[in-house]
């Protein structure tokens, strides 16, 4: 399962070090985040927000998809904006195993 798969709050983004570690980072509450209108996005089901994270370290901006039943996001980068639609199914499948007892992370 896709570790970017949390709760209700996430890094700032990506930072990791030269081994790979994620370098910790400031807290985000996703509910927050400027929402984004799902009105021109088809494959945003209702019962998913579309919030805006622009980080402060000047990386580029990221459309975080969130449940927020189930407190859980994706984040995905603007630039895959026209085809959301991977994105909604797989975090409908990690909100759906989350149903089922399995942890974003698999566990």
């Known amino acids: 399962m896709d570790k970017r798969l ?18 910790p980072g400031p807290r985000i509450d996703i509910r ?3 929402e984004i209108d799902r ?7 209702t019962d998913m927000e579309m919030r805006l994270l ?7 901006p990221m459309i975080v998809l ?12 603007v630039t895959e904006m026209s085809n959301l639609f991977p994105h909604v199914a797989k975090l409908r499948f990690a909100v759906e195993r989350q149903a089922m007892g399995v942890s974003p992370d698999g566990n």
């Open 39 to 45: 009105a021109d996005f088809p494959a945003v089901p």
């Open 32 to 34: 927050a985040l400027p």
């Open 54 to 60: 622009t980080p402060a370290n000047g990386a580029d």
């Open 66 to 77: 969130f449940c927020p039943r189930a407190e859980l996001h994706l984040e995905v980068p």
């Open 6 to 23: 949390l709760h209700a709050t996430t890094t700032a983004t990506g930072l990791f070090d030269a081994a790979g570690v994620p370098i």
